[in-house]
């Protein structure tokens, strides 16, 4: 990959096209492994601010004193996530991911007390973690050949009842089967009465289209839920 600083947006879109051509999740995992490197100027292009946006849904209804919140930051990348959430007075994070390179970048920032190498979906998180985190995030990686649906139920098992679960996922055409699965789950959890939907914000100007067919702007929703006490 081409050093970042003479990179343009046409070459960050035709990174991460060449992601959304692989098929499953570890040959996704394998391509973040190489772009760890570059991820967070690449997405300064991109104008990503799904992380932003996550931390900020979460601190308006965060009633708690953040700095005593266990925050469990799943598919955490590089670290924006806990980075923006400490920005808001978090202090305590814990994450996860599939790729041992952007787990390498987490870890530099010095902001986890532990980060965990797993595949959501392949592995289910530690059984003793259940009922533990007082706010569970997963931004940017609910989307077809990431993260599966079904681990939402994993989330919600790992949070402390009355805490709150974060997820984002985006809304553009090739996304919109998977937006659909993940929307009729979240509403089945409700059901069940596992949790209740806190807030659904829908973005806009989620981040730059990087799709041949699409222009401008890509829409992105934040989902907020609240686990059952
Ligand atoms: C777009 S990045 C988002 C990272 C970070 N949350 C952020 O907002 O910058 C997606 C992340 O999800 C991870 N990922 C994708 N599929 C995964 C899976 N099945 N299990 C664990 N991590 C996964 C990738 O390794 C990558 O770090």
């Excluded at 973040?32 to 979460?58: F, G, P, T």
Aim: aromatic fraction near 10%; proline fraction near 3%.
């Amino acid at each position: 990959m081409m050093a970042a600083a003479s990179k343009t947006f046409e070459d960050v879109k035709s990174v991460i096209l060449s992601a959304h051509k692989n098929a499953t999740a570890k040959d996704k995992v394998d391509f973040y492994n190489c772009w760890a490197k570059n991820y967070e100027q690449d997405l300064v292009l991109l104008e990503y601010r799904a992380a932003n946006l996550a931390a900020s849904r979460v601190s308006s209804h965060f009633s708690g004193f953040p700095e005593a919140a266990f925050v469990l930051d799943v598919a955490c990348g590089t670290g924006l996530v806990a980075k923006q959430m400490k920005e808001n007075g978090f202090e305590h994070f814990v994450g996860v991911d599939g790729s041992e390179g952007m787990l390498e970048r987490a870890r530099e920032t010095g902001l986890y007390q532990d980060l965990k190498l797993s595949i959501m979906g392949k592995e289910p998180l530690p059984a003793e973690w259940a009922n533990s985190f007082d706010v569970v995030l997963i931004v940017g990686a609910l989307s077809p050949s990431q993260v599966p649906v079904p681990v939402v139920r994993d989330l919600c098992r790992t949070t402390k009842p009355g805490g709150y679960i974060c997820m984002t996922t985006r809304g553009n055409q090739d996304n919109l089967q998977y937006k659909t699965s993940l929307e009729n789950e979240l509403t089945q959890m409700e059901k069940e009465g596992l949790w209740t939907c806190v807030e659904v914000t829908d973005v806009e100007n989620w981040e730059k289209a990087v799709a041949e067919f699409e222009d401008g702007y890509i829409p992105g929703t934040v989902y907020l839920y609240k686990k059952s006490v």
